[in-house]
Nanobody, 125 residues
Framework: QVQLVESGGGSVQAGGSLRLSCVVS??????????TVWFLQAPGKEREGVAR???????EYAGSVKGRFTISKDNAKNVLYLQKSSLKPEDTAMYYC?????????????????WGQGTQVTISS
């Protein structure tokens, strides 16, 4: 059974930092054609892609977070991370990690099979 469990969310002031973690079990993030990704969903809005990392370590970021967020993964621990800095109130959302077996890793919700339950991030001004 595949499980993804996020942690690290919380409430911080604008300008602060947080690191989200996603512990993955039942599925290896290492290997060929592995996509791991972070999504966010703000209140009343659609879920949208934030950042992804593929099998060879290539990354992609949404324009709104580029330069502020960094995605990484620890293959040995089977954990995905999202380091967030220079946080803004508009970063307030539920953050989800997701994974899929695929050659290409788009920031698209419908391309991911495995999902975590999410961790809430609230940024105050």
């Amino acid at each position: 059974q595949v499980q993804l469990v996020e942690s690290g969310g919380g409430s911080v002031q604008a300008g602060g930092s947080l690191r989200l973690s996603c512990v993955v079990s039942g599925y290896s993030v290492r290997g060929v054609y592995k996509c791991t990704v972070w999504f966010l969903q703000a209140p009343g809005k659609e879920r949208e892609g934030v950042a992804r990392v593929d099998s060879v370590g290539d990354t992609e970021y949404a324009g709104s977070v580029k330069g502020r967020f960094t995605i990484s993964k620890d293959n040995a621990k089977n954990v995905l991370y999202l380091q967030k800095s220079s946080l803004k109130p508009e970063d307030t959302a539920m953050y989800y990690c997701a994974a899929a077996d695929a050659r290409f890793c788009p920031l698209a919700v419908d391309r991911y099979k495995y999902w975590g339950q999410g961790t809430q991030v609230t940024i105050s001004s």
